[in-house]
């Protein structure tokens, strides 16, 4: 069975620029997260999807940052404009139930 | 307000040793813990879980302890490998309704030398 699947893994921007992060989650697995985990820190959660529907966004920064689920499947994370604190590792993780599984992660680096 | 605290933030041990990892949490509602490993560069990886109604759950060379008075959990590796080098994370979360957001610790940076 496929894992979790991110794209880009590494991506270099300037400060200002748009960035855009996709998520296609295990087969089957209704809920979707997105997670931010900068360097020595464990992930902090920035939603979660049930379906189609955002039912925790509540650590979203939502003035630069966007998210959607088209379909109730694959995801997409924005960052509208990057800033230097938003370098960190962007993970996306799915669920059936409890346990959530992650994908590899997309390392953002803001210049 | 960090709701859960792991520690050590580090740790060496010796191939065969047996590292113990551990998590003091706050919330009393928080009714599932899980334990994941990370490799650099990777995703992590969901390790071994437990809920409150046990006080120790062992899959393979790993085990969870689990005090629910003392509000506490651990993660023990019997015969570390180097191969179990990693970052370990503790988390927590509510479950049943919508709560399943998971809380995770800082992590512990574990080197098992040969």
């Known amino acids: 069975e496929a894992g979790v699947v991110q794209s880009p893994r590494y991506k270099i921007i300037e400060k200002k620029q748009p960035v855009a992060f996709w998520c296609n989650p295990i087969?089957?697995?209704?809920?979707l997260y997105w997670y931010r985990q900068n360097l020595g820190q464990g992930p902090e959660l920035l939603i979660r999807?049930?379906?189609?529907?955002?039912?925790?966004d509540s650590q979203l920064p939502k003035d630069r940052f966007s998210a959607e689920r088209l379909k109730g499947v694959d995801s997409t994370l924005k960052i509208q404009p990057a800033e230097l604190g938003d370098s960190a590792v962007y993970l996306c993780?799915?669920?059936?139930?409890?346990?959530?599984?992650f994908g590899p992660g997309t390392r953002l680096t803001v210049t | 307000q960090q709701q859960v605290k792991q520690s050590p933030q580090s740790l060496i041990v010796q191939k065969g040793g047996i590292p113990i990892i551990n998590c003091a949490y706050e919330?009393?509602?928080?009714?599932?813990f899980p334990w994941y490993q990370q490799f650099p560069g990777k995703g992590p990886a969901l390790l071994i879980a437990?809920?409150?109604?046990?006080s120790e759950k062992k899959e393979g060379r790993f085990t969870i302890s689990f005090n629910k008075s003392a509000k506490q959990f651990s993660l023990h590796i019997m015969d570390s490998q180097p191969g179990d080098s990693a970052t370990y994370f503790c988390?927590?979360?509510?479950?049943?309704?919508?709560?399943?957001?998971?809380?995770f610790g800082k992590g512990t940076l574990l080197t098992v030398n040969p």
């Open positions: 988390a927590a979360s509510k479950s049943g309704g919508s709560n399943y957001k998971l809380t």
């Open positions: 999807y049930e379906n189609e529907e955002a039912v925790d």
């Open positions: 919330n009393t509602a928080f009714d599932y």
């Open positions: 087969s089957g697995h209704n809920t």
């Open positions: 437990i809920r409150p109604d046990v």
């Open positions: 993780a799915s669920s059936l139930v409890l346990e959530q599984y």
